[in-house]
Each structure stands twice: as C-alpha cells, then as structure tokens.
C-alpha cells in the first residue's frame, strides 16, 4: 500500500492564513472588475491606507482580548472619550493659531494625556474582570457606557474642534510618501506580534485562552494577566482614538460607532478563536484588508451604511457558522471553559 502524502500546496491552503489571503485577493479582485476607473486609481489606494488603521487598530484591540477568552466592547467609548480629553487639550492651550515648537509640544502633551486616559479605562475593565470577576462581555458592555456617558457629559453632546494644524499629521500626514496613520498600523501590529510570539507574556496570554484552570497549575498570574491584557486594549484604543480626531480634525462622543461590530468582525475573520487560546496578528492584518476592499467597493456602488451593516451581521455569523464545520473552520473548535474563582 501506498501512503498519501498530501502535496505542498493542499498544505499550504490547510493554513488560516493562505485562505485569508486568497480571501483578500478574490475581493479585491472582483471590486476592480465592478468598478475598475475608480476602485483601482491611485486616490482611492490612497484613501484606503488612510481609512482602514482607524478600525484596524481597535480590531488589534480586540484580538488580544478575545485571546483570553474575553472580549472588549467598551474599544469604541474609550477611543472617543481618549481622542476628547485629548481635543480639549488643544483647543484649550493651544488653539488653531498655534504653530512651530509650541504646537507640536502640546500635540505630544495631548497624546500622552489619551494614552493616560486608555490605560485608566483598561484598568477599570481589568479589575472588573480579573479582580471582581465579571463576565468580559458584561464588564466592558456596561464601561463603554460609562465612557461614552462621561464624554458627553464633557462636550454636551457637541463635536470638540479648533486644533493646530499640526494636529492634522497623525491622521493626514505622509512619511516617505506613506500615511501616518498606516505607519502607526504596521507597527503596532507588528510589535503585538513580536509580543504574542516571542514573548513569556505572549505565551502566558494564549495559554490561558486554551485552558484557564491549566493556566493556574502553572503558576500565571491570571489577575496580573488579565489586568495588563486590558491595560494595553486600552492603550490601543486610544491610540485609534488619535487617529480619527486627527483625520476628522475634531472629537466627538459618538464617533466610529460602526467599528466595534467591525472589529470583532475582524478579528473572527481574521483567525480568532473567540473561545480563547488561538489567533495569529498576521491572519488579522489580512482581515483588515479584505474588509477595507470589500468597503471601499460597496461605497463605490453606492451601497448604504445601513446595508453595509446588514452585511458586517450577516457575514459574522456566516463565519461562525463555518468555523463550526470540520474541515472548513479558520480556528480550532473549543468549548467555553468557566474560570475557577481563585
């Protein structure tokens, strides 16, 4: 008898990866043939390298906590109440008129004091979860309130606008020809990837979204663990936060309401168990990719946002759907395991 030895390329499409690319590739490939003058001119590649890291980073977000078998939906709140504490900041020392050193100084201040703001609102998420013990889904359902409720209580429900021009850059500007906001993309995913691949921390984080009762015998720190998880989740959506103020050159509380359902979307499709334990950033970056296509395809075809959203629901669970099907699933099928009270 003779052995069948599968060949390298049923190999490679064996990978979540190579299928996600193939994915990215069909959409792609198909919104150029519906729409070939404007999908493929260089404005609209353009426009898109500019768009898509505004949801992209909140689905990095995403991705680290759903690795733990949690999830965070207060991404969207945190980002916007970060991106108005930030706002207020210039507007109130700065000011349009501002320019030179004195700009770029309280542009730096206004970032640190976003990035303060997300590690504030990670922290309260981690010491909901990890320390009193509520449910991931519940803790940051009912944070993101609180953080959009305390943004509009800031504003009164009004845009924050009135910044100096160099506000603009971290949204609108170019490095070499490429988008600021793509940059900061590339990097953090790449430096999430660094730390969930080659780091103790990484490796802690994975373990206890496969098995959290195994991740104890071994000694992690699961309340240290879930803290700095929700820490940095936090810290990203600040950081996407920036990245609309600046591009919309304004902040407001009920900005980018559209990418919580993106990002969880994305981090699915990308690979993400959201049972925990499996989840590759390169699967998420491709993800990314498929959907900025996709999205800048359908608004070429004039498709409305309502329809767009209709279409993100649909294609969530139709991926679920499939990744519960043997053979066709991006991420290995595992069951929910309860977290024993330490």
């Keep these: ?77 945190i980002a916007n109440l970060s991106a108005i504490v930030a706002a207020t900041i210039l507007t109130q020392f700065a000011g349009p008129a501002a320019t030179g ?9 206004s970032v640190g004091a976003a990035v303060m703001v997300g590690l504030a609102a990670g922290l309260f998420n981690g010491i909901a979860i990890a320390i009193f013990g509520l449910p991931p889904i519940l803790a940051t359902l009912g944070s993101g309130l609180i953080f959009t409720g305390i943004a509009v209580a800031l504003t009164g429900g009004s845009a924050v606008m009135g910044f100096p021009a160099a506000a603009a850059w971290l949204g609108n500007g170019l490095v070499l020809g490429i988008p600021v906001p793509l940059i900061l993309f590339a990097l953090l995913a790449a430096g999430l990837s660094f730390i969930l691949t080659r780091t103790g921390f990484g490796l802690k984080v994975q373990m206890f979204g496969a098995n959290p009762l195994a991740a104890r015998f071994a000694a992690v720190n699961v309340t240290s663990l879930l803290i700095k998880v929700y820490l940095m989740s936090g810290v990203f959506a600040a950081i996407a936060g920036m990245v609309v103020m600046s591009r919309a050159n304004s902040a407001k509380a009920d900005y980018g309401s559209s990418y919580l359902l993106l990002a969880v979307l994305i981090a699915v499709l990308g690979g993400v168990n959201p049972y925990g334990g499996y989840g590759r950033v390169i699967g998420v970056v491709l993800a990314v990719l498929s959907m900025q296509f996709l999205s800048s395809g359908l608004n070429m075809l004039q498709v409305s946002n309502f329809a767009r959203e209709l279409i993100w629901g649909s294609l969530l ?8 099907r043997p053979g066709l699933r991006l991420w290995p099928r595992q069951k929910a395991k309860p977290v024993p009270n330490s």
Excluded at 4 to 29: D, G, K, M, Q, W
């Design 1 to 77: 008898m003779t052995s069948h030895t599968p060949s390298r390329l049923t190999t490679l499409f064996a990978s979540t990866e190579a299928r996600l690319a193939v994915i990215a590739v069909v959409v792609f490939a198909v919104m150029s043939v519906l729409s070939p003058d404007r999908f493929l001119s260089a404005q609209n590649m353009t426009s898109m390298a500019f768009q898509f890291p505004e949801f992209a980073i909140l689905a990095l977000a995403m991705t680290l906590t759903m690795l733990t078998g949690g999830i965070d939906l207060s991404v969207v709140g």
């Design 317 to 324: 669970i139709f991926v679920m759907l499939v990744n519960t």
């Design 101 to 109: 050193t004195d700009a770029v100084v309280w542009l730096v201040l």
